[in-house]
Antibody, heavy 117, light 106 residues
């Protein structure tokens, strides 16, 4: 069973960079694709992007491309999300998840991030 | 970009009823579609992948069908724990989720 846990600041100021980390246990970071998803208050799920350790490839939601970077730290069995120039519209619960067959098989519990001055 | 449209937005049913949820893609996604269940305050849970394959531990009352642009999630004999929000997700063209269908108690 893969276990994922998100961590990072719960409050980010407008125009700054949102940074979150997902710590993986029960699996090696080198075995899967890894994904970030978010959910604004009272709304649906939005896929942010994914990364594959094997070749370092990543791809992102076109609506966020240019602001988002997802990277992997194999030594810590973690992967990270960086989202630049945030606004109130980036306020959401952020989830990390493992992808198998490009479906989200295992999810973290989610972490609330609020963008506010 | 492939847009997934789920209908209806809300489905009001009673325990024991059958629920039929629809997910329509703006272009063909072949059979590359999944369904997730989300309860309040919880992360989503994978139910069905590749249109009709149940994930480990998912009860047999959940079934998925469809291909191309039209997909259906059917829940037979609704149990109290099945009242939740359901999302579809495609993997044919990057990844994207539908807007969700809430199954509520009538």
């Amino acid at each position: 069973q893969v276990h994922l846990l998100e961590s990072g600041p719960g409050l980010v100021k407008p125009s700054e960079t949102l940074s979150l980390t997902c710590t993986v246990s029960g699996a090696s970071i080198s075995n899967y694709y890894w994904s970030w998803i978010r959910q604004p208050p009272g709304k649906g799920l939005e896929w942010i992007g994914y990364v594959y350790y094997s070749d370092g490839s990543a791809d992102y939601n076109p609506s966020l491309r240019g602001r988002v970077t997802i990277s992997v730290d194999m030594s810590k069995n973690q992967f990270s999300l960086s989202l630049k120039s945030v606004t109130a519209a980036d306020t959401a619960v952020y989830y990390c998840a493992s992808l198998k067959y490009m479906y989200h098989f295992f999810w973290g519990q989610g972490t609330q991030v609020t963008v506010s001055s | 970009e492939t847009v997934l449209t789920q209908s209806p937005a809300t489905l009001s049913l009673s325990p024991g009823d059958r629920a039929t949820l629809s997910c329509r893609a703006s272009q063909s996604v072949s059979g590359y579609l999944a369904w997730y269940q989300q309860k309040p305050g919880q992360a989503p849970r994978l139910l069905i992948y590749d249109a009709s394959n149940r994930a480990t531990g998912v009860p047999a009352r959940f079934s998925g069908s469809g291909s191309g642009t039209d997909f259906t999630l059917t829940i037979d004999n609704l149990e109290p724990e099945d009242f939740a929000v359901y999302y579809c997700q495609q993997r044919r063209d990057l990844l994207s989720f539908g807007g969700g269908t809430k199954v509520e108690i009538k």
